[in-house]
């Protein structure tokens, strides 16, 4: 199972060990403890305490938990809620002779949208001090009133992975847009939230392992 480790305003640190293969990629997944220090966390969506990061006991995939990520517009709403955003800086530290890239994400969340009301969910993840990878966007058009799923894979031959020997922070970067389109945002609220109180909704980032030279 996961174990998630809540992050605040200073760096969070989760040890995992234990390995099985992965379906993601070639090379299976080191058999010794992977490391991940939250060094950066910053955004409207995801406020200090209310995101957590947790990898897999088989080292395949971690995930971002987050409890308070929710966009929206019309009744109730502030007029800077219709967009929310966060930007985590993960220091992934693998074991010696083994490096990763990141195969596919999968974001989830929940979504009311009114009848004309229209919502996106963007992502891009990057390593730091390489190309920045091009944003991934879907959107949704209302009406909605339902779990929402999105997935981006990232083909083999296009993997990008961190440069053996020299340690570069991982970038993730999720936002959240909502519309009121044709819809009344005098009487009505739109909203699409990925966020979960109980821990069963989260963002999930794949591991593509290969062996360094």
């Not at 305003?9 to 080191?30: G, I, N, R």
């Not at 406020?47 to 947790?54: I, K, L, Q, W």
């Not at 006991?57 to 109730?76: D, E, H, I, K």
Request: glycine content about 8%.
């Amino acid at each position: 199972m996961f174990r998630p480790v809540l992050i605040g305003s200073a760096a969070a640190v989760l040890v995992v060990a234990s390995a099985m293969p992965s379906a993601a990629a070639d090379t299976v997944p080191p058999p010794d403890k992977v490391v991940i220090d939250v060094v950066a966390v910053n955004g409207s969506g995801c406020p200090a305490g209310t995101a957590a990061v947790a990898v897999a006991p088989n080292n395949t995939a971690f995930t971002v938990t987050y409890s308070n990520y929710l966009a929206q517009v019309g009744v109730g709403s502030k007029p800077t809620d219709f967009r929310k955003n966060c930007q985590l800086g993960l220091n992934v530290r693998v074991p010696q002779g083994f490096t990763y890239a990141i195969a596919k994400a999968d974001y989830r969340g929940f979504a009311y949208l009114e009848d004309g009301a229209t919502g996106m969910e963007r992502a891009s993840y990057y390593f730091q001090g390489m190309s920045h990878t091009t944003s991934v966007s879907h959107r949704f058009t209302g009406p909605v009133n339902d779990n929402w799923q999105t997935s981006d894979v990232t083909g083999v031959e296009s993997l990008v992975y961190a440069p053996c020997g020299t340690q570069r922070i991982l970038n993730v970067n999720t936002e959240l847009r909502v519309s009121a389109g044709t819809s009344d945002p005098t009487t009505t609220n739109s909203f699409m939230a990925m966020d979960s109180t109980d821990g069963s909704v989260n963002t999930l980032y794949h591991f593509a392992w290969k062996e360094c030279p």
